[in-house]
């Protein structure tokens, strides 16, 4: 039995869990062009109604018994395992994501994050409180109770069940807006994995839309907590929306993350670490490493060697074979990701392998030379691209790494791992790898940027999501009424 069904053309998804009266549009395959599914899509009057609904649901949902929850949480995990093959495929035509990515996407993350959640169900959730008085008091944590998530295209699966799953484990319902280019991977394999695990009807509403259905979604009274991922400005707008009407709102947005390699690195070990922290999923990751800031002892090799990388890797449809790399999202993308390359030549860089594209497919591009004006260097790029500075002391790696509004993750690499952690207290960041490259992501680990980057550990670990989810409320009981002069 299939999750989704086999037929790719033609199918128009519209459960009882898709919110669309906006009509339906067609999922394209980005490394072909084609169209895959149609899609029903909702408009913003859909969000009130879907938000009513689901308040509805809340209740009753968050009155179960953990266990019941729980039980939901893990079938939605087998579920996940179960039907990995399917959902990798969708990932791969839908999104471009590289086979192997995709099942990074499903069995190391979506699975473990619903076995996170199920723990989740069952964790403590108050403490005792001493009283100068006799009564008993406490604090507790009670579900927020709608919760919206909006999710982004690039690893749909991930940025979305990393919201969706503890918070419907902590008893709330979900409105989720994927981007309208991956609904189906990133959301409507969520609504039937859900669906199938026994959800109860009314807690999951899909929402596939733009900027105005997203709109709305923070706008409406009975959507309490906002989860957003997406580029910071998209977020600026969402937290001045959300703090006008006084709504909790959780951002992971954009990086410009760095990797500092020292002198005593392997050179060719560090340039491998680099390029797949550079060019995974073409570098349409948050976390990708967005800046390469070497020893200048070392520099010139290290550049040379990541290019030799790059020139090595494979671009092409990942749903035709083993490739490293696969097509970027749609042609707005790509066009921003080389006028980034052609603006940082143009201001002094050199291109030392890369730098064109056939259709979607761009190739891994490293540049050198790099004035630290140069846009591949000062912007977040969201694409194939790795350009290489070197520094001459620690003090410099530190302003270097520093030097920049975002703070999402950083990298280390040093054969001196002592060194490498003394070096990282010196740069904020909200994820710290020494030894690894930026690209780091576990279902336990709290996650999260600074500056820039978001506000903070919001997703990940039993400690950030309860605090994302829930609401602290006191309680207090006493045995009899008290005395009062009044």
């Given at each position: 039995?299939?999750?989704l069904?086999?037929?790719?053309?033609?199918?128009?998804f519209?459960?009882?869990?898709?919110a669309?009266?906006?009509?339906?549009?067609?999922?394209?395959?980005?490394?072909?062009?084609?169209?895959?599914?149609?899609?029903?899509?909702?408009a913003?009057?859909?969000?009130?109604?879907a938000?009513?609904a689901?308040?509805?649901?809340?209740?009753?949902?968050?009155?179960?018994?953990?266990?019941?929850?729980?039980?939901v949480?893990?079938?939605?995990?087998?579920?996940?395992?179960?039907?990995?093959?399917?959902?990798?495929?969708?990932?791969?035509?839908?999104?471009?994501?590289?086979?192997?990515?995709?099942?990074?996407?499903t069995?190391?993350?979506?699975?473990?994050?619903c076995?996170?959640a199920?723990?989740?169900?069952?964790?403590?959730?108050?403490?005792?409180?001493?009283?100068?008085?006799?009564?008993?008091?406490?604090?507790?944590?009670?579900?927020?109770?709608v919760?919206?998530?909006?999710?982004p295209?690039?690893?749909?699966?991930?940025?979305?069940?990393?919201?969706?799953?503890?918070?419907?484990?902590?008893g709330?319902?979900?409105l989720?807006?994927?981007?309208?280019?991956?609904?189906?991977?990133?959301?409507?394999?969520l609504?039937?994995i859900?669906?199938?695990?026994?959800?109860?009807?009314?807690?999951?509403?899909?929402l596939?839309g733009?900027?105005?259905?997203?709109?709305?979604?923070?706008?409406?009274?009975?959507?309490?907590?906002?989860?957003?991922?997406?580029?910071?400005?998209?977020?600026?707008?969402?937290?001045?929306?959300?703090?006008?009407?006084?709504?909790?709102?959780?951002?992971?947005?954009?990086?410009?993350?760095?990797?500092?390699?020292?002198a005593?690195a392997?050179?060719?070990?560090?340039a491998?670490?680099g390029?797949?922290?550079?060019?995974?999923?073409?570098?349409?990751?948050?976390?990708?490493?967005g800046?390469?800031l070497v020893?200048?002892?070392?520099?010139?090799?290290?550049?040379?060697?990541?290019?030799?990388h790059?020139?090595?890797?494979?671009?092409?449809?990942?749903?035709?074979?083993?490739?490293?790399?696969?097509?970027?999202?749609?042609?707005?993308?790509r066009?921003?990701?080389?006028?980034?390359?052609?603006?940082?030549?143009?201001a002094?860089?050199?291109?030392?392998?890369?730098?064109?594209?056939?259709?979607?497919?761009?190739?891994?591009?490293?540049?050198?030379?790099?004035?630290?004006?140069a846009?591949?260097?000062?912007?977040?790029?969201?694409?194939?691209?790795?350009?290489?500075?070197?520094?001459?002391?620690?003090?410099?790696a530190?302003?270097?790494?520093?030097?920049?509004?975002?703070?999402l993750?950083?990298?280390?690499?040093?054969?001196d791992?002592?060194?490498?952690?003394?070096?990282?207290?010196?740069?904020?960041?909200?994820l710290?790898?020494?030894?690894?490259?930026?690209?780091?992501?576990?279902?336990?680990?709290?996650?999260?940027g600074?500056?820039?980057?978001?506000?903070?550990?919001?997703?990940?670990?039993?400690?950030?999501?309860?605090?994302?989810?829930?609401?602290?409320q006191?309680?207090?009981?006493?045995?009899d009424?008290?005395?009062?002069?009044?």
């Amino acid at each position: 039995m299939t999750l989704l069904g086999t037929a790719w053309q033609g199918r128009i998804f519209s459960g009882g869990w898709i919110a669309g009266s906006g009509g339906e549009y067609d999922a394209v395959e980005p490394a072909t062009g084609n169209a895959l599914v149609k899609v029903g899509a909702a408009a913003p009057a859909d969000v009130a109604k879907a938000a009513a609904a689901a308040r509805e649901a809340q209740r009753e949902w968050a009155a179960r018994p953990y266990d019941q929850r729980a039980r939901v949480l893990r079938r939605a995990a087998r579920l996940f395992e179960d039907h990995g093959d399917e959902i990798d495929e969708w990932l791969v035509r839908e999104s471009g994501a590289t086979r192997a990515f995709a099942q990074f996407q499903t069995r190391a993350v979506a699975a473990e994050e619903c076995h996170e959640a199920a723990a989740l169900a069952a964790h403590p959730y108050g403490e005792l409180l001493r009283s100068s008085q006799p009564r008993l008091s406490m604090a507790r944590r009670v579900p927020a109770g709608v919760v919206g998530v909006i999710s982004p295209f690039n690893a749909p699966v991930i940025l979305s069940i990393r919201a969706i799953a503890p918070a419907l484990a902590l008893g709330n319902a979900v409105l989720a807006k994927p981007d309208p280019r991956t609904a189906v991977c990133g959301g409507v394999v969520l609504a039937r994995i859900f669906e199938e695990a026994g959800l109860p009807d009314g807690l999951f509403h899909l929402l596939p839309g733009g900027a105005d259905v997203g709109a709305a979604l923070v706008e409406d009274p009975l959507v309490r907590v906002i989860a957003f991922t997406g580029s910071t400005n998209a977020g600026r707008r969402i937290a001045a929306a959300a703090g006008e009407r006084l709504k909790r709102v959780h951002l992971e947005l954009g990086g410009n993350s760095a990797l500092v390699v020292l002198a005593d690195a392997d050179v060719e070990q560090a340039a491998s670490v680099g390029a797949f922290g550079s060019f995974n999923h073409s570098g349409q990751i948050c976390m990708a490493t967005g800046r390469h800031l070497v020893a200048a002892e070392i520099a010139d090799d290290y550049a040379a060697a990541l290019a030799e990388h790059a020139a090595k890797l494979t671009v092409g449809n990942p749903a035709d074979g083993d490739v490293a790399l696969g097509p970027l999202i749609d042609a707005g993308q790509r066009d921003r990701v080389h006028s980034v390359v052609t603006g940082s030549a143009e201001a002094g860089a050199k291109i030392a392998t890369g730098g064109t594209y056939e259709d979607l497919f761009y190739r891994p591009t490293v540049l050198t030379d790099v004035p630290l004006t140069a846009p591949a260097y000062a912007q977040e790029v969201f694409g194939p691209v790795a350009p290489v500075v070197p520094f001459s002391t620690m003090d410099e790696a530190v302003r270097l790494a520093g030097g920049t509004e975002y703070g999402l993750s950083l990298g280390i690499l040093t054969r001196d791992a002592a060194r490498g952690l003394a070096l990282a207290e010196r740069i904020p960041s909200g994820l710290v790898h020494v030894n690894d490259q930026t690209v780091n992501d576990e279902a336990l680990a709290p996650f999260g940027g600074v500056g820039d980057s978001g506000t903070g550990s919001r997703h990940g670990g039993a400690q950030a999501n309860l605090e994302a989810f829930t609401e602290t409320q006191w309680v207090t009981v006493r045995g009899d009424l008290p005395q009062y002069p009044f």
